[in-house]
């Protein structure tokens, strides 16, 4: 069975300091990545994924995720917060062998604090 | 945006009654999903469905039922609202017209509460 666990379900960050969100998987096959982020009251939109090729991943507002098969991860880091930053992040992972569906994290709410 | 709606956007209802909630999408994928958002859950799948006529339970199906007449549209209702239900319901579709492995697209959801 898929897992996916994120630790920490809030982080705290100074507005301009790295931000890092970590993912954990738990996979016999190494699955498809993904982080999406969700603004308030808002839908979850994609922010980056992972599926074959390179395993440092550049998404939308200048994210970006390793995967490393040996550690099961997959973090998310931004060099320098914003405060726009501020949001749920939740990171999901879809089998590539078998199944229908994604499993998602609880989610990491980001706090950007000026 | 995706073309991917959900309607309607709030609702209040009383326990006991049945309540339906709709997802159409105009982009003709294959997969669609119905998830409940709740504080310290994330996302839990209810239901799916791969094509018309054909869906699957998720990991919180119990009181929740899905039709899929047609490629469009996936209705999700719930048989006899509890309070258990209040919750934020997403609706989503593959990114891919015929695979779910490579991403999905959400509506903007539809916040339930069942008093």
């Known amino acids: 069975a898929q897992s996916v666990t994120q630790l920490g379900s809030h982080v705290s960050v100074s507005e301009g300091a790295l931000v890092l969100l970590r993912c954990n998987y738990s996979?016999?096959?190494?699955?498809?990545l993904f982080w999406y982020v969700q603004y308030p009251n808002q839908g979850l939109q994609l922010l980056l994924k992972y599926t074959t090729g390179a395993t440092l991943v550049k998404g939308i507002n200048g994210f970006e995720a390793e995967f490393k098969k040996s550690e099961t991860s997959f973090h998310l880091t931004k060099p320098s917060a914003h405060m726009s930053d501020a949001a749920e992040y939740f990171c999901a992972v879809s089998p590539t062998n078998t199944g229908n569906q994604f499993y998602f994290g609880t989610g990491t709410s980001l706090t950007v604090i000026p | 945006d995706a073309g991917i709606t959900q309607s309607p956007r709030h609702k209040v209802t009383e326990t006991g009654t049945p309540v339906t909630l709709r997802c159409h999408q105009t982009?003709?994928?294959?997969?669609m999903y119905w998830y409940r958002q709740d504080p310290g859950h994330g996302l839990r799948l209810i239901h799916y469905?791969?094509?018309?006529?054909?869906?699957d339970k998720g990991e919180v199906s119990d009181g929740y039922s899905v039709s899929r007449s047609k490629t469009e549209d996936f209705l999700l209702t719930l048989e006899s609202a509890t309070s258990s239900q209040t919750s934020v319901y997403f609706c989503?579709?593959?990114?891919?017209?015929?695979?779910?492995?490579?991403?999905?697209?959400f509506g903007s959801g539809t916040r339930l509460t069942v008093v």
């Open positions: 982009e003709n994928h294959r997969y």
């Open positions: 989503a579709i593959s990114e891919s017209s015929r695979s779910p492995h490579y991403g999905y697209t």
């Open positions: 996979s016999s096959v190494p699955p498809y």
């Open positions: 469905s791969y094509g018309v006529k054909d869906t």
